[in-house]
């Protein structure tokens, strides 16, 4: 069965240091990751999309993942918060031999301090 | 620019009665879904629909029906609510099977059950 980890359930920073928030996932084929956020009373956005080839993807308003198959990772990260980054970061798994199931995280919340 | 939107934005129900959360989209997809996000959790399917008429379980159908009249419109019935159904509820559309394509959210429902 596949699974996706996301350690750190908050996450502090303060406004111009750089993040990286966390995220393993459990699947034995080939894995399609995303990074989806949550801003306050909102549905979620797409912040960028794996499916093959480069292992860093760069998404929306700077923020960048890395595909890590040896480490089953997919960690997003950004070199300089904003304040209006506060929100809840979530990884999703998905796969070609999954059909329609995406697989959530538990979500990382981001407070950005100003 | 997508647009899914979803109606009532919040609802409190008793214990026993009939809920029906409304979605209607715009974006031309085929695909519609059904979460539900609890505190402290990622999102999980509950139900979703590839074509008008038609609707397929998700992981978690226990208690909910849904309904898809038409393209544009995806609803999600709750016969007789429970308490264990608080939630946020959100739906989403894609173009394609979900796991490869982007999926455009709605802002959610919150629904209480007293």
């Known amino acids: 069965a596949q699974s996706v980890t996301q350690p750190d359930a908050r996450v502090t920073v303060s406004e111009g240091a750089s993040l990286q928030l966390r995220c393993k996932y459990s699947?034995?084929?080939?894995?399609?990751l995303f990074w989806y956020v949550q801003y306050p009373r909102q549905g979620l956005q797409l912040l960028l999309k794996y499916y093959s080839g480069d292992p860093v993807v760069q998404g929306v308003n700077g923020f960048e993942a890395e595909f890590s198959k040896s480490n089953s990772s997919f960690h997003l990260r950004k070199a300089s918060v904003h304040w209006s980054d506060s929100a809840v970061y979530f990884c999703?798994?998905?796969?070609?031999?999954?059909?329609?199931?995406?697989?959530f995280g538990t979500g990382t919340s981001l407070l950005v301090d100003p | 620019e997508a647009a899914v939107t979803q109606s009532p934005r919040s609802k409190v129900a008793v214990t026993g009665g009939k809920v029906t959360l409304s979605c209607h989209q715009t974006?031309?997809?085929?695909?519609m879904y059904w979460y539900r996000q609890d505190t402290g959790h990622g999102l999980r399917l509950i139900h979703y629909s590839y074509v008008a008429d038609s609707t397929e379980k998700g992981d978690i159908p226990d208690g909910y029906k849904a309904s898809r009249p038409s393209q544009e419109n995806f609803s999600l019935i709750l016969e007789l609510a429970s308490l264990s159904q608080t939630a946020v509820y959100f739906c989403a559309s894609s173009d394609l099977a979900g796991n490869q394509d982007t999926q455009y959210f709605g802002p959610g429902t919150r629904l209480l059950v007293l």
């Open positions: 999703v798994l998905s796969s070609s031999n999954m059909g329609y199931k995406l697989t």
């Open positions: 699947y034995s084929g080939t894995p399609y």
């Open positions: 974006n031309n997809h085929d695909y």
